[in-house]
């Protein structure tokens, strides 16, 4: 079962339009610590997030409530592992299987 998971995993990660990064397991706390969040913008440019909680979801249309989540998704993806050293991690527990 995990091993089916982790080659769905690295197939997605093979594809141009996909980057994983893995929060590393040593990290005490991070910015993705608040839930689920999905960062959108339109086609005008404009940028919206949805932040989801265990019983509610909402979507912040703000743009300074807005940016701060994009602001802290960054931080996120600078907190995880680079793409290639996911990749390169997922495949080694993959092979330890």
Known sequence: ???DQLD???DLARL????VQVMPTR????????GPLALLETPEGRSLAYSEGQESGRLIADP???AVLHRRY??????????HD???LLERIRGEL
């Open 8 to 10: 769905h995993i690295l």
């Open 64 to 66: 300074k409530q807005a």
């Open 74 to 83: 960054a931080t996120l993806r600078a907190q995880a592992l680079t793409p």
């Open 27 to 34: 990290t005490v706390s991070h910015a993705g610590l608040d």
């Open 1 to 3: 079962m995990l091993r």
């Open 86 to 88: 996911s990749v390169g």
């Open 16 to 19: 141009r339009n996909v980057s």
